[in-house]
């Protein structure tokens, strides 16, 4: 069965500092893979979808991901934090009617 | 433009009670699914609508869950009987085009039921 792993629960860095979260996808064919954030009290908003094509995908608010299908990742980065990027964030995996999601990571940012 | 708007924000409702979800998509959006997301997790699926046909209804938990669509705009939720299992945020989002996971899905801001 298809299942999306985020194997960090939550990271903090600082203002400034880059970013990296991490993703994973147990799945058989090429999946569409995204990442979405969500904010307290907000509904999810999409960051970046990767379908098929270049491997690295440039996305809003200064994020990318990565897919790498010989480590089946798709990881998540930005170079510099702000402090309006703490939020929850779900990498998800797409296929048919199914959307599954990560159980998410959340950043803090420090001053 | 107005995004997906869901009602009622919060609700709290006494196990065994019935209880009816809202959620108004995006104008013109074909595609409408429900999640559900459990504190400190990621959001789970329940029921994808194309129009007013529910395609899919393979992540509804129960047959306590039921969902409807039938003017293919808005769409309501229901649970019967909650229990305290139910207690999750019910999360609605819309879709313009068909063909559902590779097509960008709008989110609501969703509704959190806690069964007491």
């Known amino acids: 069965a298809q299942s999306v792993t985020q194997p960090d629960i939550h990271i903090t860095v600082s203002e400034g500092a880059s970013l990296e979260l991490r993703c994973n996808y147990s799945y058989g064919a090429t999946p569409y893979l995204f990442w979405y954030v969500q904010s307290p009290g907000q509904g999810l908003q999409l960051l970046l979808k990767?379908?098929?094509?270049?491997?690295l995908v440039q996305g809003i608010k200064g994020f990318e991901a990565e897919f790498k299908r010989s480590q089946s990742s798709f990881n998540l980065r930005k170079p510099s934090v702000h402090w309006s990027d703490a939020a929850e964030y779900f990498c998800a995996v797409g296929e048919g009617s199914d959307m599954r999601f990560g159980a998410g990571t959340r950043l803090t940012v420090k001053p | 433009g107005a995004g997906v708007s869901q009602s009622p924000r919060y609700k709290v409702a006494k196990r065994g009670q019935d209880v009816a979800l809202r959620c108004d998509p995006i104008?013109?959006?074909?595609?409408l699914f429900w999640y559900q997301q459990a504190l400190g997790q990621g959001p789970e699926f329940l029921t994808y609508f194309q129009n007013e046909a529910q395609l899919d209804k393979s992540g509804l938990p129960s047959d306590r869950f039921f969902a409807e669509r039938p003017e293919g705009s808005v769409s309501t939720l229901k649970i019967q009987r909650t229990q305290q299992e139910d207690s999750a945020v019910y999360l609605c989002?819309?879709?313009?085009?068909?063909?559902?996971?590779?097509?960008?899905?709008?989110f609501g801001p969703g509704t959190r039921l806690t069964v007491l």
């Open positions: 990767y379908f098929s094509g270049d491997t």
């Open positions: 104008s013109g959006h074909v595609s």
């Open positions: 989002a819309s879709s313009l085009a068909v063909g559902p996971s590779y097509n960008e899905q709008f």
